[in-house]
């Protein structure tokens, strides 16, 4: 139902930072539990933040150095990327859900088309 474009990855050093957005269309991101994956070259997507109307989720890796947010008049969300670090290196999703089991990315419908990000070190 809803259609993701990402934009804002890079390349940046060790102790950077980044900032990923997302816009979608076809859908009031406001009615999506919303949330951010990444997958690096032969490993399974991994779960990065998720924002429900009434929780935000990180994984451990991220905890204290990533923050997601929503700009609902504009149907856009973001990834905040602080003191990021060479295993931060991976393929950035943003993905959208009514109902998604929130931790695994098999039960994600709608999905961007992912934006690299690259941590030298």
């Known amino acids: 139902q809803v259609h993701l474009v990402e934009s804002g990855g890079g390349l940046v050093q060790a102790g950077g930072s980044l900032r990923l957005s997302c816009v979608a269309s076809g859908g009031a991101l406001s009615s999506y539990t919303v949330g951010w994956f990444r997958q690096a070259p032969g490993k399974e997507r991994e779960f990065v933040s998720a924002e429900t109307r009434s929780a935000v989720y990180y994984g451990d890796s991220v905890k204290g150095r990533f923050t997601i947010s929503r700009d609902n008049a504009k149907n856009t969300i973001y990834l905040q990327m602080n003191s990021l670090k060479p295993e931060d290196t991976a393929l950035y999703y943003c993905?959208?859900?009514?109902?998604?089991?929130?931790?695994?990315?098999?039960?994600?419908?709608?999905w961007g088309q992912g934006t690299q990000v690259t941590v030298s070190s």
């Open positions: 993905a959208a859900d009514i109902g998604p089991v929130i931790f695994d990315y098999r039960s994600w419908v709608s």
